[in-house]
């Protein structure tokens, strides 16, 4: 059985040996041969000194292309450092107010004319020290000179100078105040503007209060000024000292004849109320008088003694 099983799976033919030979063959080269790399390729050495000239080339193309903006050259500049090139010749100094100095007074303190210069000009358009440090943002100026010319530096007037403003007087204004005399007000005879004229009220109170008072006939007493829709009460204790009544002539409703659309038109008789008189008055013929109305159940004494006023049998 064994042997069967070798002569059909492991033996080979003559063509699948060589195969098989060169196959292994073709593996065995290929892992090996990046172990052969440095043999046959050969590293190449940088030479430092040819870097060198190619950064020194850069540096020169660098600054041959360098750009300054049109105003660099300022006057004055607090960072830039000048040359530490002296004046030639023996330099004097001398106290000095820099505010003063001519030309020729910087240039015999050691100072380059072409920088002296730059100071006048500086002076001419307005310009000032005001304390001796200010020579140092003098363009042109090396370190050197201002330590050497700083103690001599003496300037007279350091005061900056600041503009005038011209002091106007405005009359005095009297801290008096003197209220408003509020006139009494007769709240039936009154219009929109009357009531305006009352501390508190404006347009649209007074609007209310006239449009409350058409439709109850009018007011037969001062607090029922105070029942106006969205009048508050603290601005009605206000006016209340203001008001007053001297037409009591109020429009009545003839509870005999009127019919239950006008009785309950009326701010205090609701429609159940209307409605009870009037079937009241069907049932028991007319009233004799006001106070009849009472025997109807549903009126009780204080919808009696707001109604009263505004009712009448004739």
Do not use: C
Not at 59 to 69: E, F, G, H, L, V
């Amino acid at each position: 059985m064994w042997k069967q099983f070798v002569k059909d799976y492991l033996n080979f033919t003559w063509k699948e040996r060589w195969g098989t030979i060169i196959l292994v063959s073709l593996i065995l080269f290929f892992t090996t041969l990046p172990f052969f790399y440095p043999y046959f390729i050969k590293e190449e050495t940088a030479d430092g000194s040819n870097l060198e000239k190619e950064m020194a080339r850069l540096r020169i193309d660098s600054s041959a292309n360098k750009t300054y903006p049109k105003n660099f050259e300022n006057e004055y500049h607090n960072d830039y450092s000048p040359s530490s090139k002296q004046v030639s010749g023996k330099a004097a100094v001398f106290f000095f107010d820099p505010n003063t100095a001519t030309v020729a007074d910087w240039v015999t303190l050691g100072v380059r004319e072409k920088t002296a210069v730059t100071i006048q000009k500086y002076i001419s358009k307005g310009g000032k020290f005001y304390k001796p440090d200010d020579i140092k943002k003098i363009w042109g100026l090396n370190k050197n000179d201002v330590q050497r010319l700083l103690p001599y530096v003496s300037i007279k007037n350091n005061r900056r100078e600041y503009p005038q403003f011209e002091k106007k007087e405005y009359p005095e204004r009297s801290t008096s105040y003197t209220p408003r005399a509020i006139q009494k007000t007769e709240v039936n005879l009154a219009d929109t503007a009357a009531y305006i004229a009352l501390p508190g009220i404006g347009s649209k109170l007074s609007q209310r209060i006239i449009s409350f008072r058409n439709k109850l006939g009018g007011f037969h007493s001062i607090d029922q000024v105070g029942e106006t829709y969205l009048l508050p009460d603290s601005t009605f204790q206000k006016i209340k000292p203001y008001l007053f009544i001297s037409n009591s002539s109020i429009k009545k409703i003839n509870i005999n004849t009127a019919s239950v659309d006008e009785m309950k038109a009326h701010p205090y008789i609701r429609y159940a109320i209307a409605n009870a008189i009037f079937q009241y008055r069907q049932q028991h013929g007319n009233y004799i008088d006001v106070e009849q109305i009472k025997k109807i159940m549903i009126i009780t004494d204080e919808a009696y003694q707001k109604m009263a006023p505004y009712l009448s049998v004739e």
